[in-house]
């Protein structure tokens, strides 16, 4: 029995010392397949996958407004004289008479004895004809009235963005798009090839695909990639007074969160930016927002592609979120969309309206000292507060 007793002992000690060591590979083999698996993870997730269930089903969206052929024809509408234009004066019988009066910012010019005579909105013809109609009042014999343009800023055009000379113009007559571009020096990936002083790095470069031209509210249809890269003149259609032309950087790496967001704005892009990343960095949806609609615009202004995502199921975690790239616009709706072509036209008319808001409000006011300014969509419902003694009124723009 004393033998048993102690070979029991020693069976005992061999099997704790081989548990240990079992125990000791098998701690071993877990951490080997732990780094193993960070090693090799295996394919990533590619949330662009249709097969994966999970991604961006982009269309392609043919939007509803079309090159109108009108035009491409010169205008035939006579001049409309408007505030800052210039005209020169003359009573037939009086050569001291002569003087040049500037059309006031309330419209009226004051000449002789007139107190002040409203011409905005008139025709030269109009015009001259209604000084002789007030003049006559203070003259026996019918007066007559040399009236003559002298000088016009009334009629502008905005060339913004990556242009070599960006501005304001002042439109004598009603120019080509091309020929706009070609008063402002040419967009700056042209300039390089004329003048050697400008840059003509990435950064200086115009996107073509993703420029623009606003007329009343509204993005006309016009390609300039097929018009200034292909020399395609169906394209070079006649500017209007207050055309709005931008050209944006080449290599702007931002995410445009527009509607129904906290802050409205333009959202630096990061390498594996996700839909929620970059509506939280437009400080959330507001109360109001339509979560299940949720449209990711993608590509070319004038054949955008368009993907539909229920935020709400991203934010409940019933959907895995998705990746953005580089110059996305996420748009957070009010109400569901019911045809396609129509929405993809209202984001892409909010887009390029709060763009040109933005774009014009730094042409014309003062320069932001710190950091850029609010992204705010036209028809978002975002009231803007002006800084302290700057009288600029953002609900004066209107689509």
């Known amino acids: 029995m004393g033998r048993g007793k102690y070979w029991s002992i020693y069976l005992n000690s061999v099997d704790s010392e081989f548990m240990k060591k079992?125990?000791?590979?098998?701690?071993?083999?877990?951490?080997?397949?732990?780094?193993?698996?960070?090693?090799?993870?295996?394919?990533?997730?590619?949330?662009?996958?249709?097969?994966?269930?999970?991604?961006?089903?982009?269309?392609?969206?043919?939007?509803?407004?079309?090159?109108?052929?009108?035009?491409?024809k010169p205008p035939t509408a006579p001049f409309i004289l408007?505030?800052?234009?210039?005209?020169?004066?003359e009573?037939?019988?009086d050569i001291a008479s002569r003087t040049v009066a500037v059309v006031g910012p309330d419209g009226k010019i004051y000449f002789n004895l007139l107190p002040g005579i409203d011409v905005w909105g008139l025709t030269l013809p109009q015009a001259k004809d209604l000084l002789e109609k007030e003049l006559s009042q203070y003259y026996r014999q019918q007066p007559r009235v040399s009236l003559t343009l002298r000088g016009v800023e009334s009629r502008r055009v905005w060339l913004l963005g990556r242009i070599q000379t960006p501005g304001v113009y002042f439109m004598t007559n009603s120019p080509t798009l091309l020929e706009a571009i070609t008063l402002a020096?040419?967009?700056?990936?042209?300039?390089?090839?004329?003048?050697?002083?400008?840059?003509?790095?990435?950064?200086?470069?115009?996107?073509?695909?993703r420029s623009f031209l606003i007329r009343k509210g509204q993005l006309l249809p016009v390609d300039f990639e097929r018009l200034i890269n292909q020399g395609d003149l169906s394209q070079n259609i006649f500017l209007e007074p207050d055309d709005f032309i931008y050209f944006p950087p080449a290599a702007a790496r931002e995410v445009y969160v527009i509607g129904a967001v906290g802050q409205p704005r333009a959202v630096p892009y990061m390498e594996g930016m996700t839909m929620a990343g970059a509506i939280a960095d437009a400080f959330g949806t507001v109360k109001d927002a339509y979560l299940s609609h949720v449209a990711v615009v993608?590509?070319?202004?004038?054949?955008?592609?368009?993907?539909?995502v229920d935020y709400g199921d991203v934010v409940k975690g019933k959907a895995r979120d998705v990746v953005l790239q580089p110059n996305d616009i996420v748009y957070?709706?009010?109400?569901?969309?019911?045809i396609l072509t129509r929405y993809a036209d209202l984001i892409v008319n909010t887009f390029?309206?709060?763009?040109?808001?933005?774009?014009?409000?730094?042409?014309?006011?003062?320069?932001?000292?710190?950091?850029?300014?609010?992204?705010?969509?036209?028809?978002?419902?975002?009231?803007?507060?002006?800084?302290?003694?700057?009288?600029?009124n953002p609900s004066s723009f209107s689509q």
């Open 332 to 338: 957070v709706p009010y109400a569901p969309y019911r």
């Open 185 to 209: 020096g040419g967009t700056l990936s042209l300039a390089g090839t004329r003048d050697l002083s400008v840059s003509t790095s990435l950064d200086d470069t115009a996107d073509l695909r």
């Open 91 to 93: 009573l037939m019988d």
């Open 82 to 89: 408007g505030p800052g234009d210039r005209l020169e004066i």
């Open 352 to 392: 390029v309206s709060s763009v040109a808001l933005n774009e014009g409000v730094r042409a014309v006011g003062p320069r932001p000292t710190g950091a850029a300014g609010v992204f705010i969509p036209l028809g978002s419902q975002i009231t803007v507060k002006p800084a302290p003694g700057y009288n600029f």
């Open 22 to 72: 079992y125990w000791s590979v098998c701690w071993l083999g877990l951490v080997l397949l732990g780094l193993a698996g960070c090693q090799h993870p295996g394919p990533r997730f590619n949330p662009y996958d249709l097969n994966a269930g999970r991604t961006l089903d982009l269309q392609t969206v043919s939007l509803t407004n079309k090159l109108n052929p009108a035009w491409l």
């Open 298 to 308: 993608r590509g070319s202004l004038t054949e955008p592609k368009v993907a539909l």
